[in-house]
């Protein structure tokens, strides 16, 4: 696993192949990166499927009202929910959407993201200044390259769990 400077703004998400670690962008998207600990520590997370997963594009994930497989999984609904916590507004910057940064999905209101996330297999220069860069695979992104794909995929990773690393 990579060297964690800033406990406190890293993420651990174990997926079945290994750990993800997630350098959180907390002076860039303040907002985004304290609804993601916020849900770490609430345990939201935990178990979510990855319910769009393109291959040369993304992961997406998050979706903890409708993606959690040890509730009601329908992968018709996963991708149409956020959490309890109420909207962000968007916190857009010149960050770039490069292979294995973290970006707040949302719909076409650009202050709806909530819980859902994306993280990025490629360098994805189209969504720059239009989606909130908020963090970036710092290691484990070998582990993010195998997620199955699919949309929704017929057998969906998940997030095993997501922890703060500083809670860890």
Same mark, same amino acid.
């Given at each position: 696993?990579?060297?964690? &400077?800033?406990?406190?703004? *890293? ?14 962008? #907390?002076?860039? #998207? ?6 993601? &600990? ?57 960050? !770039?959407?490069?292979?294995? *940064?973290?970006? #707040? ?26 989606? *909130? ?12 390259? &195998? ?8 057998? !969906? ?12």
């Amino acid at each position: 696993m990579a060297e964690i &400077k800033d406990p406190e703004n *890293t993420i651990i998400i174990e997926l079945k192949d290994g750990p993800v670690v997630i350098e959180l962008l #907390a002076d860039v #998207a303040p907002k985004h990166a304290e609804r993601m &600990k916020q849900l770490a520590r609430d345990g939201a997370y935990d178990n979510v499927a990855f319910h769009r997963v393109i291959d040369g594009f993304m992961a997406q994930t998050g979706d903890v009202a409708n993606a959690n497989m040890e509730k009601d999984y329908n992968p018709g609904r996963a991708g149409t929910g956020g959490s309890q916590y109420d909207d962000l507004p968007a916190e857009f910057s010149k960050l !770039p959407h490069d292979r294995g *940064t973290l970006g #707040a999905a949302r719909s076409a209101n650009p202050n709806s993201a909530n819980s859902q996330f994306f993280i990025n297999f490629s360098d994805n220069h189209f969504l720059n200044g239009q989606y *909130t860069v908020y963090g970036r695979v710092i290691s484990g992104m070998e582990h993010v390259d &195998k997620i199955a794909r699919g949309e929704p995929p017929k057998s !969906p990773d998940r997030m095993v769990s997501v922890k703060v690393a500083a809670d860890a």
